[in-house]
């Protein structure tokens, strides 16, 4: 549980989340039992294990090792996550964690824009660095947790009265608040997809996707006729990868554009599409993109100092690792909605995931591969009482 709560604080206490797993490594001969090990899902297990294998094969013979052992360390985390909490039977706790790191992060950044405010300082939640840099991890992460938050909280609540309903809708609240507050477009896209998803869950389906809808149209219509120049603008520019200013671009995906068009051509040049070119080559070649293609000096300085990745984990996995390992991964993805797909929750965390993904690499980031290890924690290990009690649950609460 500790764990989890102090995550967020990574840039703070780099070492402490570490520290916290060999406390786990080392206890963890004491407490597991050999029954443990049958609640975990050996399919898509031996899909990942064989997934990490191939990544450590694929760069010993190909030479890169080296230079790729810090990335895919960082992706042995979620397995290693996986394992470390098989002997945990109630899941209640790990699930608060996430909620309580999520206020907890929330409460810290409010102080933080207070500071800000009463220095005078331009407070710009769109883009501004002093603004960003109050943030306690980037605001892609804040809003992920932010959505993990409110799926927790929603799952928790009872369908009859009980005094934790307080607490949940209020942390469910809150987290919605604040995600439109520091307009994380990631976490707002995410929080419209599960909501869209639980019409699919629970009685009276149809009427309720024939409601959710309409209101979609008549919000999109709205949307539309109001900001339709807006929107237009951003469809149809003509700006090509030279002339995007960092904090001033009108592309319909921001920076991302850039990064993605880069990757695209670092794709298309690959001699290697099978066994991919490496993450450090990747990276490598990316930063030689940005300095030949753009031409604005503060958004080519931005962009080659921080060395910004693919951001869109799929893509990383092709081009740094080829085919064969975006396949593996797929695989054990796949096989969870398989079996899932019949139950919110479950479901709810998978999509998530998966969509988080398209916009970011996860597994670049310490404070990434702990969520994507908490999902899988959550999917991968059969939790018994919880499967009736809790993940199902869902399909007789409210409506969101």
Not at 327 to 335: C, D, G
Request: aromatic letters at 14%.
């Amino acid at each position: 549980m500790l764990l989890y709560l102090i995550i967020p604080f990574d840039e703070y206490f780099r070492a402490l989340p570490n520290i916290l797993m060999a406390i786990l490594i080392i206890a963890f001969p004491f407490v597991v039992k050999k029954g443990d090990f049958k609640k975990l899902l050996i399919k898509p297990l031996l899909v990942l294990v064989l997934f990490f294998v191939y990544l450590l094969a694929n760069s010993f013979f190909q030479e890169t090792i080296n230079q790729d052992i810090g990335i895919i360390n960082k992706m042995m985390i979620p397995i290693g996550l996986v394992l470390l909490y098989l002997p945990i039977s109630d899941f209640n706790k790990l699930k608060k964690a996430i909620v309580f790191s999520s206020f907890i992060v929330i409460v810290f950044t409010l102080v933080q824009f207070m500071v800000l405010i009463n220095n005078d300082a331009e407070v710009s939640l769109l883009f501004f660095q002093e603004t960003v840099d109050a943030l306690l991890i980037d605001r892609v992460y804040i809003g992920l947790l932010c959505v993990l938050s409110i799926l927790i909280s929603y799952i928790s609540l009872k369908k009859k009265y009980h005094p934790d309903n307080v607490y949940y809708l209020i942390s469910i609240i809150i987290s919605v608040f604040y995600i439109f507050l520091i307009m994380s477009k990631t976490a707002i896209i995410l929080l419209i997809v599960v909501t869209l998803l639980r019409q699919f869950y629970g009685p009276k389906i149809k009427i309720r996707l024939l409601v959710t809808f309409m209101a979609l149209l008549i919000i999109s219509l709205f949307g539309y006729f109001k900001y339709q120049d807006t929107i237009e603008k951003s469809i149809n520019t003509k700006n090509n990868i030279s002339e995007i200013k960092y904090n001033e671009s009108n592309m319909p995906l921001g920076y991302r554009t850039i990064i993605w068009k880069c990757a695209a051509n670092i794709s298309g040049k690959s001699p290697n599409k099978i066994f991919g070119i490496g993450f450090k080559e990747t990276s490598n070649q990316l930063i030689d993109c940005y300095s030949n293609e753009i031409t604005d000096p503060i958004t080519k300085h931005n962009f080659v100092s921080k060395k910004f990745n693919t951001h869109n984990q799929y893509a990383d996995f092709y081009i740094s690792s080829g085919l064969i390992s975006l396949i593996l991964f797929l695989l054990v993805l796949i096989y969870l909605i398989i079996k899932y797909h019949k139950q919110f929750f479950p479901t709810a965390l998978l999509i998530t995931i998966i969509l988080f993904g398209l916009v970011e690499n996860y597994f670049h980031r310490q404070v990434g591969a702990y969520y994507f290890g908490f999902v899988l924690v959550m999917l991968m290990i059969n939790q018994l009482n919880e499967t009736k009690s809790t993940i199902k649950e869902p399909q007789d609460n409210l409506t969101p």
